[in-house]
């Protein structure tokens, strides 16, 4: 049998995750619509169009002015999400341990191109899902439950708790709570913008760039064994 090259079993994964995200944003959507909104809220209008108000109010939805996105995208990752992967990074031994994990290992074998195309994508679309969850589903369920402020705080905090990634504990202690700190500072800032621009798209803009950036870090410490430039004598 001939080997799948490499590059075909991290476009596979790719398109997994693609379908992954796609169905969970859409069982999202539909079970909302047909049973909370039905049932508990006991809405009576047309499913269509239950479907269509949540998804609306989730921010799915066209996109509105350009250079207000654009302006906000890079606000929300220059002034935010590269410093803090910069500050995280910084400290020893974090990124190290990240670039031998799964996050690491699947950039391992990348070319140039093969990261700016299958890397690029796949960390987009995990800002899609990741942001569509927490600002769009969390954060409005929990507004819709109590107050914009525990909104805030509450879906902030399960961003966090759910980066936090306990299995790695007792192999590396310190990176469970650097993990939590910088997702509860990102989930602080992002869930304040969406509740004050009721906009999605620069967060989810801002969230895969600043993971594709991020993970061009570990992608680079991992290819060059922790940015080694020494050569053999």
Known sequence: ????????????????????????????IFLQA????????GKQNDLKDRIRDRA??????????????????????????????????????ILGYVSNTNVG??????????FLTIGL????????KE????RGYFLQRFKEQGTRHTSWIISSLLFGILHMEMNVILDFPQGPLVWFVTAF?????FSGYALN?????????AHGIGNFISAGSIWAFHATAGFSTSSTA
């Open 185 to 189: 500072l990102v989930g602080l800032l």
């Open 105 to 114: 290992k699947f950039f391992d074998d990348f070319t140039w191109e093969t």
């Open 34 to 41: 047909m049973l909370v909104d039905s049932i508990f809220v």
């Open 56 to 93: 609306l109010q989730f921010g799915v939805k066209k996109p509105g002015n350009a250079k207000v996105t654009a302006r906000d995208t890079l606000l929300l990752l220059f002034c935010a999400l590269v410093p803090l992967d910069a500050v995280s990074y910084a400290i020893p031994g």
């Open 1 to 28: 049998f001939t080997a799948i090259p490499k590059a075909s079993d991290k476009a596979a994964e790719l398109a997994r995750h693609a379908v992954i995200a796609g169905v969970e944003i859409t069982a999202i």
């Open 131 to 134: 942001e569509f969850v927490f």
């Open 121 to 128: 994508v796949y960390n987009l679309i995990t800002g899609i």
């Open 197 to 205: 621009t009721n906009k999605l798209l620069p967060l989810v803009l």
